[in-house]
């Protein structure tokens, strides 16, 4: 392996010169054991000591752990007092990040107690926790009054020595503060944006909505430029913010993202996003202008797309119960549940059309009823028309036979009276 130093100051950005004392720590003990103690004997740069620092606690090989607290060595024993020297501000070169990180050191290295305090071993007056915890405190206390830019818009060197606190040391504990200063944001921002793809994925893994937040719009910004790998590893930090928030706005934010680079995703998560996308939409505005031909069209349409949106949301279910099993956590409630929403939404719809057309058949029964009772007082009257003229029309011809019989008698009755006469004026 190439000079530790030199390779730091080529990596491109903080997070990768954080990944690579990490990765050394923990696949290659021995040489990082050297390549570290290299850096306290001949290097001043804090971020570079503060790693190396860190670095000693990351170490999990057994053999060299346990053979570096034992101290059964002069070497040894100075390794512990050096640490302890930088916790205690009496280092070579020192500053609140490497007493930080020193203090950080010792208690993840496994150092007992007594070795700590002993005055031939560390010599630490106060607990490494307890000196830890009061420079991550002050920190967070000189946010409130941090000037970010200087007269020339530059950044101050008070600011960039506090955002590099952060950046090389505890991280995850500005994540997680629950503070509301002005400057707060911005810091967290900043931070992010300076360790690149680790930064958006401790953001990620902070739990907290806010800095999630801050850590997509990161990953937007440097999905465009990265290289395919690069891409592939931010997504996969949007995937647990997909998988695991409750928050509705930061899930679609996720989805949105994701969307745009649906190659670097799991088949799972594009089955689970695409049925998030599912919206049911109503094809009719107004049941109440609606044929009852239209009616039962646009029921039939909706039975069809409830049963392919339930085949739909039971492959999302059963993407959803998979990854929870690969990634050893199951995703939140929203994405295991059946979706719900969308199929209360359809059935819903689906109980207006029924008791539309419900309504619309009853209505058209009694039409049909009211026709068929119209149809039969017509035709009831129709026959009474019929007898009725006939009636009408035997009278009238009973009676114009009447007066033909009555006339023909009074003519004849005049015509013999008219004889009669006739006789006797004879």
Known sequence: ?????????KSSNAGEKVELFF???????ELALRQFANIWRDKANPPMRALALQGLGRITDP?????????????????????ANEVKGRGTVNNDLTRWAAAWAIENMGFSQHQIEHLEGGALTDPPYRIRNEIINRKLEEIKQIQRFDSRG???????????????????ELFRSNIYYQNYDQIVRDVISELHILGVDLAVNSGSSKIQQIALEVAKQYLRTSTEFNQKRLCESIRKVFLYTSEYQLRNTAVSLLNQYRSKCDR???????ALQLEFTPTLTNLRDATLSVLKNELSSVEQ????????FTQAQAAAEFLGIKYGSPPYSDLINPFSGYIMNAENWRKQLKQQILEIEIEQNKIYHNQSLLKHFLSELNDFDLRLYEE?????????????IDNNENYNINNHSLSYNKCQSC
């Open 63 to 83: 053999y060299i752990k346990q053979a570096l607290v034992a101290c059964e060595t002069d070497e040894d024993l100075q390794i512990l007092r050096d640490i």
């Open 23 to 29: 990765a050394l720590a923990e696949n290659q003990p």
């Open 268 to 274: 799972e998560i594009l089955i689970i996003i695409d």
């Open 392 to 404: 009408i029309k035997e009278n009238y011809n009973r009676k114009i036979n009447n007066l033909m």
């Open 154 to 172: 530059e950044l101050t060197a008070e600011y960039e020595r506090h955002i590099e606190f952060w950046i090389y040391g505890p991280t995850q």
């Open 1 to 9: 392996m190439s000079d530790l130093p030199e390779r730091f100051r």
């Open 305 to 312: 797309e409830i049963d392919r949106a339930k085949g739909i």
